[in-house]
């Protein structure tokens, strides 16, 4: 990547190009965005529609990219007036976050008021557990809610299929035994097979799976028609998942984090790891040598393992923090303490969520 790359002025400004990475459909997605789990529904207008600042001085937003199929893309999931009123975004979403209603009308709005145009976005949702057997009919349902014609990407949430309890629902039923129920009628492959079809349908650009360990990122490579373009997993020092990045980017599959500041969590004293995370601790001191926060060190070390990243964020100040760390490179000796510190610990216990760790690790 290209750190201090400027891209042409738009309106007189000067932009930042924003890293991409180039998915195995040929469209390009933003090696830095923003997701939107848990965030407040009041929250995702406030920092789409920031009011202006009198004191930003540089934009960020990305150029054109030559010969793509894309028009790619954008640092983040949000549309800032305080980045001097250009819009560039990507939104990392799901039907299981709540908020894609929220999302929709404030996008809605953004491109009614001509802040950003369409073509200027990358829009990512995902499928939930109980739809699996009604693929096309949950895909239409984010649409609608999005206010949109078609998705850049669309990625099934959990390798796991739920009973159904209706189109856009995210219920998890739980037996008499107190385990998630789960249906054994639909298998990954049908369910794979119908995300393919979205594709030729045009309602999806590309399509990727999330939170696949190994194995079953191996199985939809045998099976598929369209291969996955991205695995979304959890990622980061304290869960690095060597080895599934590895196979991932091996197979043409683009690793995205989520969850890329989970070493925040995993400093919490009601954290499992926390004291063996404050015992090992280099973020202060490695952050100071380059003149960054700690957030903006573990974002880095991200993308320099050829993962995007999507911090979550509601607050526009730590949105800009997390932009701007395209500037530096972590050395190859810092990289290696940084894998040092693997904790093989994970904050998101997908138990909750309709999936056992078994499946993905």
């Known amino acids: 990547m290209a750190a201090k790359d400027v891209a042409p002025d738009v309106n007189g400004h000067s932009r930042r190009a924003v890293p991409s990475v180039t998915l195995s459909s040929g469209h390009r997605v933003p090696a830095v965005g923003l997701g939107v789990w848990r965030m407040e529904k009041n929250d995702v207008r406030g920092l789409i529609h920031t009011p202006p600042s009198a004191t930003a001085t540089a934009t960020w937003a990305a150029p054109k990219i030559a010969g793509s199929k894309e028009s790619p893309v954008s640092p983040c999931c949000t549309i800032q007036r305080d980045v001097m009123n250009v819009v560039s975004s990507v939104s990392w979403s799901a039907a299981k976050y709540g908020n894609e209603a929220e999302v929709g009308d404030a996008l809605a709005e953004a491109f009614q008021t001509g802040l950003v145009k369409r073509e200027d976005l990358f829009i990512t949702t995902k499928l939930?557990?109980?739809?699996?057997?009604?693929?096309?009919?949950?895909?239409?349902?984010?649409?609608?809610?999005?206010?949109?014609?078609?998705?850049?990407?669309?990625?099934?949430?959990?390798?796991?299929?739920?009973?159904?309890?209706?189109?856009?629902?995210?219920?998890?039923?739980?037996?008499?035994?107190?385990?998630?129920?789960?249906?054994?009628?639909?298998?990954?492959?049908?369910?794979?097979?119908?995300?393919?079809?979205?594709?030729?349908?045009?309602?999806?650009?590309?399509?990727?799976?999330?939170?696949?360990?190994?194995?079953?990122?191996?199985?939809?490579?045998?099976?598929?028609?369209?291969?996955?373009?991205v695995n979304q997993i959890e990622l980061h020092p304290y869960f690095q998942r060597d080895s599934l990045v590895k196979f991932c980017q091996k197979h043409g599959i683009c690793v995205t984090a989520h969850t890329p500041l989970g070493v925040r969590l995993a400093l919490m004293p009601?954290?499992?790891?926390?004291?063996?995370?404050?015992?090992?601790?280099?973020?202060?001191?490695?952050?100071?040598?380059?003149?960054?926060?700690?957030?903006?060190?573990?974002?880095?070390?991200?993308?320099?393992?050829?993962?995007?990243?999507?911090?979550?964020?509601?607050?526009?100040?730590?949105?800009?923090?997390?932009?701007?760390?395209?500037?530096?490179?972590?050395?190859?000796?810092?990289?290696?303490?940084?894998?040092?510190?693997?904790?093989?610990?994970?904050?998101?216990?997908?138990?909750s969520s309709g999936a056992s760790t078994s499946m993905l690790s």
């Open 270 to 351: 009601r954290q499992p790891c926390h004291q063996a995370a404050t015992a090992n601790n280099p973020w202060q001191e490695l952050s100071e040598k380059y003149g960054k926060t700690p957030a903006q060190l573990v974002l880095r070390w991200g993308l320099q393992r050829n993962a995007a990243v999507i911090p979550k964020t509601s607050k526009v100040e730590r949105l800009q923090e997390n932009l701007e760390v395209r500037d530096f490179d972590i050395s190859e000796e810092d990289m290696e303490e940084m894998k040092a510190i693997d904790r093989n610990h994970r904050i998101n216990q997908p138990a």
């Open 128 to 229: 939930w557990n109980s739809d699996h057997g009604h693929v096309v009919e949950a895909c239409k349902d984010s649409l609608k809610k999005l206010q949109l014609d078609y998705l850049d990407l669309y990625l099934v949430h959990f390798p796991v299929a739920t009973p159904h309890t209706g189109v856009g629902a995210t219920v998890s039923v739980i037996g008499e035994d107190g385990l998630l129920d789960i249906d054994t009628t639909i298998s990954l492959e049908a369910t794979w097979h119908a995300m393919e079809d979205l594709v030729s349908m045009g309602l999806v650009r590309s399509i990727g799976i999330s939170n696949y360990g190994i194995l079953l990122t191996r199985d939809c490579l045998a099976y598929a028609r369209i291969k996955p373009a």
